[in-house]
């Protein structure tokens, strides 16, 4: 289980201003010939790579949940790029993990991304490779290092700790052990519930801590 502890998050951002980066480049769709975040991640790695990103990026604003490998959209704030409102969409209750990767990379605004990629000439085929130009724009993107390392280089660019284990495994496990977790994680999400209602909204369970990520 993931615990609202920050110990070991160091890495995963150079602190508050890079949030502020992030948060920034984030909204920066319609900008001409501009790359938000997710238009990075894409190139980087695919659908799956803003997927995880979108993931990552909710987690450190304490906008989901992960608990046993699900995610739960928590709060009220609605973010403002259409990527990361899909994955709060996905699962205003708990839900796989895996479920949710797999269907943010095929949701319309993942497939929008390539779509405006290849039209400015930086992905090209159906399975999208970067063209020269995708490649100079990624390139220049790493070089600027404003960007949270995950976003180039995946989740296996998160220091060890929870967000890493969590996201690296979320590719699909064997069915009995899988109906395992989802039974487990159902149970505490009854226990969070419970225990919500019981505490004064103390929180049972995982929490993000206070929307920011803080370090």
Request: hydrophobic letters at 40%.
């Amino acid at each position: 289980m993931l615990s609202g502890d920050t110990s070991g998050r160091g890495g995963v951002e150079k602190g508050v201003g890079m949030r502020l980066v992030f948060r920034r480049r984030a909204a920066a769709v319609g900008e001409s010939g501009a790359l938000d975040v997710y238009d990075v991640a894409f190139l980087a790695g695919g659908a799956l790579r803003v997927a995880d990103s979108a993931v990552i990026e909710l987690f450190e604003r304490g906008l989901v949940t992960v608990r046993v490998s699900r995610v739960r959209a928590v709060g009220e704030e609605r973010p403002r790029h259409p990527v990361e409102r899909a994955v709060i969409a996905l699962c205003p209750r708990s839900t796989s993990l895996a479920s949710v990767r797999a269907a943010v990379q095929r949701c319309p605004e993942v497939e929008e991304i390539g779509r405006r990629l290849a039209a400015e000439g930086l992905v090209t085929g159906a399975r999208p490779r970067l063209t020269r130009a995708g490649r100079r724009r990624l390139r220049a993107a790493e070089r600027d290092g404003s960007l949270p390392a995950y976003v180039v280089a995946g989740p296996a660019a998160l220091p060890d700790g929870p967000v890493r284990r969590v996201v690296v495994g979320a590719d699909p496990i064997p069915s009995g052990l899988g109906r395992a977790l989802i039974r487990m994680g159902k149970a505490l999400d009854r226990d969070s519930d419970t225990s919500s209602e019981s505490d004064e909204g103390s929180g049972g369970g995982f929490g993000c801590g206070g929307g920011g990520g803080s370090d």
